[in-house]
C-alpha cells in the first residue's frame, strides 16, 4: 500500500534546476547555468588556476555548474562555482573536483556605508570639539574621556537563512543584488595597465590567475528553477530490476577485461573492479523514489536545508561536512547538489573520447595493463550525486572591497562503492 507523501507548510522549500535550453551568449554572470565558461564578479580579477586544476592528472577541469546565490541580508554579491575533471580515472580520488564561492561588495552598498560613516565622524568630531571647549571652561580637572566609537560597522554579520538562487538581479530584494543601473563589475576608470594587474593579483594572494581562454568547456545550458512539488505523487515502490541487470552487466564486463589480461585483475589501481553491493542501498532507493517526482531535475537547492543522499554516508565523508570552515571556523552547512541527469545533459563521454589516445584492438587488450585499458576507454566523470558544503556565517576573506574566492567542501557520491 502505498503512501501519500505531502510536503507541509513548516517544511523548508525546496528549488530545482530544470534544463532550460542553450546558452547563446554566455556572459552573464547573474544566471543559474550548467557548463560554458566561468563569469567571474570582477573580470579584472580572476582566481588562480589552481582552483579548476585537477589534483589528480593537474589538467585543467570542466565548469559544470555556475549560480548566482546572495543570501538575504547580506551586502557581497555572491557566486558558487562546481568543477570536475573528466577524465575517468581520475574519478573517486580527492581532488577530482572542485568548489568555489566568491564574494564581493555591492558597490552601492559600499559607497551608502562609507557616506555613513563619513557622517557619524564628523559627528564625533564636534562632540570632541565641544567637550574640549567645555573642559577648557571648567578647568583641567573635568575628564570627559574619548566619545569616538571605534566600530566598523555591520560587514561581518552573520545573513539570515535565505537565498537568491536562479534570480535574476533585478528581481531579488536582498541588499546585496541593489545594484546601480550600469552593469556590475563595469569599470569607469580607465583599464589598469598589466603591472598594476599583477600587483592588485599578487596582494590578494593570486598567483598564477585563470587563463578563460585556456579552459576546456562544455556547451552551456540555461536552468530554470522551480519549487520541488511533492503533494502530487504517491510513492511507488521503485522496480530496481533494471539496475541489477546493469550490475550483472558490469560484473561480467570486468571479468572479460581480467580475462583478456591474461588472468591479471585489476588490483592495485584505485578505480579497479567494484566491489558490487550483496542489495540495492536503502539511501539508492529513497534517493530514485524521491528524484521520480522530477526526473529532469539537475540541481537541488535549500541553504541550511537537508541533502538527500546517493548512498550510506562514509567516515570520512561524514568527517568532513561537520568540520568547520577553514577561514573562519563557523560551522558548515548544506547548500546544494547536484544531480546524475547533468552527465545525460552535458556531452562528457563525446569531450571525454576526443582527448583520449585511440581505442586498442583486441589484440592490442591481451598485452596491455589495465590502466592503459582504462584511459583508452576514457568515457568522462561520473558521480551520482555531489553534495556542497558551505560556511555558514558566509564569511569574506581579504579587504571589504576586494573580491574574494573561497574554497568550499564537494562531496562526491558514486554508483558503486
Known amino acids: 500500500m502505498s503512501k501519500k507523501n505531502k510536503q507541509t507548510k513548516n517544511e523548508p522549500c525546496v528549488l530545482l534546476g530544470i534544463p532550460d535550453g542553450d546558452i547563446e551568449a554566455d556572459n552573464d554572470v547573474y544566471v543559474t547555468k550548467l557548463g560554458g565558461l566561468p563569469i567571474w564578479l570582477e573580470p579584472s580579477k580572476p ?3 589552481k582552483v579548476c586544476q585537477c589534483r589528480i592528472c593537474h589538467k585543467p577541469m570542466y565548469l559544470i ?5 546572495p543570501l538575504q541580508g547580506s551586502p557581497y554579491h555572491r557566486v558558487l562555482y562546481v568543477w570536475a575533471c573528466n577524465r575517468r580515472s581520475c574519478m573517486r580520488k580527492d581532488g577530482s573536483f572542485s568548489v568555489i564561492r566568491s564574494h564581493i561588495i555591492d558597490k552601492d552598498y559600499l559607497k551608502a556605508q562609507r557616506q555613513k560613516e563619513e557622517e557619524n565622524r564628523k559627528k564625533e568630531e564636534k562632540k570632541k570639539a565641544a567637550a574640549a571647549k567645555q573642559q577648557q571652561a571648567f578647568g583641567n580637572g573635568f575628564q570627559l574621556g574619548d566619545l569616538w566609537d571605534n566600530s566598523s560597522g555591520s560587514f561581518g554579520s552573520t545573513p539570515s537563512l535565505g537565498n537568491g538562487f536562479g534570480m535574476k538581479k533585478s528581481l531579488t530584494t536582498t541588499a546585496a543584488s541593489a545594484v546601480a543601473s550600469t552593469a556590475f563589475g563595469a569599470s569607469t576608470e580607465k583599464d589598469t595597465n598589466q603591472a598594476d594587474l599583477v600587483k592588485q593579483l599578487n596582494e590578494l594572494g593570486i598567483e598564477d590567475p585563470v587563463d578563460v581562454a585556456n579552459l576546456p568547456q562544455f556547451p552551456g545550458q540555461y536552468l530554470y ?6 503533494d502530487t505523487y504517491e510513492s511507488m515502490t521503485i522496480d530496481l530490476s533494471r539496475y541489477k541487470e546493469y550490475l550483472d552487466m558490469e560484473k561480467d564486463m570486468l571479468m572479460d577485461i581480467d580475462a583478456g589480461n591474461s588472468g591479471e585483475t585489476w588490483q592495485g589501481e584505485t578505480y579497479e573492479k567494484q566491489h558490487l553491493p550483496k542489495g540495492v542501498d536503502k539511501q539508492f532507493k529513497k534517493f530514485t523514489e524521491r528524484v521520480e517526482c522530477a526526473p529532469s531535475q ?3 537547492y535549500e541553504f541550511n536545508g537537508q541533502p538527500l543522499f546517493y548512498s550510506a554516508l562514509r567516515p570520512q565523508d561524514q568527517q568532513r561536512m561537520t568540520s568547520p570552515c577553514k577561514y573562519c571556523k563557523a560551522p558548515r552547512v548544506f547548500e546544494f547538489q547536484l544531480m546524475p541527469n547533468i552527465l545525460s545533459i552535458l556531452p562528457t563521454t563525446e569531450f ?3 582527448e ?3 581505442k586498442p584492438n583486441d589484440g592490442q587488450i591481451k598485452h596491455a595493463d589495465a590502466k592503459t585499458v582504462l584511459d583508452s576507454w576514457n568515457v568522462g566523470m561520473e558521480f551520482g550525486t555531489i553534495l556542497v558544503f558551505v560556511c555558514q556565517k558566509d564569511c569574506h576573506q581579504g579587504a571589504i572591497d576586494d573580491v574574494s574566492y573561497m574554497e568550499e567542501t564537494a562531496i562526491v557520491q558514486y554508483e558503486v562503492d
Open 47 to 49: 582566481p588562480s588556476s
Open 65 to 69: 555548474f555556475q549560480s548566482y546565490v
Open 352 to 354: 571525454a573520447s576526443k
Open 225 to 230: 528553477i522551480d519549487e520541488e512539488q511533492t
Open 356 to 358: 583520449s589516445a585511440a
Open 298 to 300: 539537475c540541481v537541488r
